[in-house]
Each structure stands twice: as C-alpha cells, then as structure tokens.
C-alpha cells in the first residue's frame, strides 16, 4: 500500500495575502535596521554604548526608503516571472534590481553621495526579500 497523503488545499485570497504582506514588510524592516546596523557599525568604528539608539533611528528612519524599495522588488519578481528564469535567477536579479534602484532612489532625492548607501541599503532589503520570499513560500 502507498502512502497516504492529505489533499493539498487552495491557496485562499486571505493566506495570499498575508504571505505577500508579510514578506513586503518584513524585507524592509529587516533590510533597514540590518543595513543601519553595519552603517552604525562602519561609522562608528564598532559599536559603541549608543549603538542601538542610533540604529534604531536610522534604521525607523530609512523606512520611508525600503518600505516602497520592497514594494517595487514584488512587482519586480512577479514581472520577471512572465519569462521562465529559474526561482535562484530571479532572486539575483531582484539583487540587481534592489541595488539600482536603492541607488537612484537617493541619486534621485538629491543625495548623490548617498549613492553607495542606497546600493546597499536596496541590495540588503533585496537579499531579506529573497530570503524571506523563499521561506514563506516555500513548498508551494
């Protein structure tokens, strides 16, 4: 006798919903306070007693950047979906996508030497995405 498996159930428009809102949220908080932290950390020179202060405010601050960084990286990978690129090609390109556009964000804002900043700070929020994406949905 084979092995009896339960029927695999529809995705429902609730649990799609909350999975994708989970990842778009938690790839930017994550993304920003774990990119303030290695920015306190490369300023600083180490972290120092107010350390956690000052990523807590870079990190709530930078919000305003990664929450929509993270919004464009959803409908980024659902674009690239439309071609049959393998699930590990499109988390790359997501990378790319994160960094240019974390880039030009600030470029864009009129912060020009804040370029570097917003590379990382979009291809971290991309990499949380990706991780997050792949583990929520995983399975599927």
Do not use: N, Q
């Not at 993304?31 to 807590?56: E, H, P, T």
């Amino acid at each position: 006798m084979g092995e009896m498996r339960a029927p695999r159930r529809e995705p429902t428009f609730a649990g799609e919903t909350v999975r994708g809102l989970s990842v778009w949220a938690g790839a930017a908080a994550l993304g920003s306070f774990g990119c303030s932290a290695v920015l306190v950390a490369a300023i600083d020179g180490g972290y120092s007693k107010d350390a956690l202060r000052d990523i807590y405010f870079v990190g709530s601050s930078s919000l305003i950047f990664t929450l929509p960084g993270s919004g464009l990286l959803m409908l980024a990978f659902a674009w690239l979906g439309r071609w049959s690129l393998p699930l590990i090609a499109r988390y790359l390109c997501l990378m790319a996508i994160g960094g240019v556009a974390g880039a030009a964000m600030l470029m864009l804002g009129g912060l020009g030497r804040g370029a570097l900043a917003g590379f990382g700070y979009g291809s971290g929020t991309a990499l949380c995405w990706s991780i997050l994406h792949a583990a929520i949905y995983r399975g599927r």
